[in-house]
């Protein structure tokens, strides 16, 4: 359904029509009234169902209790308790894995995206590699690299690399023939065309790439630390889970997503910052 609005003009005497379209009811709700009252629905579907005993405690505890486990996993971390050790080391995995994933995915994406070496015997080796099932390598680093902190980092790296060497790749065909015509005119090299052109103009591609990596290096780094011990966060899951604690299971989780959520916020705000001239409304870019 449209809306039409028309204004004459006195002198001419001709009438211009502008149609706009009406936004659907629920596109007009307010972003935060729109979490809240989803957060309020989750609560009450989660309330009910326990309270009517629909899904048994013990699998999944009620939100008074995990409400209560919150504030005491949050306690413990402001007294500097061993939790929030779990939760620096856990920090200290997935910052790592993030720097090394952007790195090594950024140098594979422009491999793969101005060689054509990168683009025909690099590029179907790294998709063969995503496509096999990534836990499974776990052991294998824990072999190679032990139980310490490395095998998280390689684990979580090995996760997060791929999006980023996509999305890297894909902003360095953004720029348009005409573009690269334009350099390619005024004398400028390959080099030059790579820095002044090409990557500027994918950057938004790379971010992109960097927002799915936060949330995959996450993923990779408490799978690490799930499996194959050590003192972080998802030990902590490990061990609660099996003493069938779930409370504690589902605060610990609520933690590691406040973590991820800071990691992905920090690199929509450095987006926004560095790339300020690309204004996204699509879903995904948290604008």
Known sequence: MTDQTASSDAGSGQTDTVWTEREPFIDRIPRWVAMTGLFILIVGIWYTATA??????????????????????????????????????TTKTVLLAFLLAMA????????????????R?????????????????APLFIAWLGFGI?????????????????STAAGLYAATENERMLFKSIGASRLQTLIRLKLPTGLPYFFTGLKIAAVG??????????????????????????????PRVFSLIIYLSFLGLALFLSVVWVQKTFVFWNKSDKPGGMA
Request: no cysteine; charged share 15%.
């Open 150 to 166: 490395s095998s998280k980092v390689a684990l979580a790296t090995f996760i997060a690399t791929f999006p980023i060497v996509v």
């Open 104 to 119: 090594i995915g950024f140098s594979l994406g422009v491999l793969v995206g101005e060689t054509k070496f990168g683009e």
């Open 121 to 137: 015997a690099v590029m179907p080796y790294l998709v063969a590699i995503d496509t096999m099932p990534k836990v499974a390598f």
């Open 217 to 246: 290096v996450m993923a990779g780094a408490i799978t690490g630390e799930f499996l194959g011990g050590g003192q972080g966060v998802g030990a902590l899951i490990r061990v609660s889970a099996s003493q069938l604690d779930t």
């Open 52 to 89: 009517l005993e629909v899904v048994s405690n013990i699998i999944l505890p009620g939100p008074k209790e995990t409400w209560d486990d919150i504030l005491f996993v949050g306690q413990n971390m402001l007294d500097g308790g061993y939790m929030l050790e779990a939760l620096i080391t």
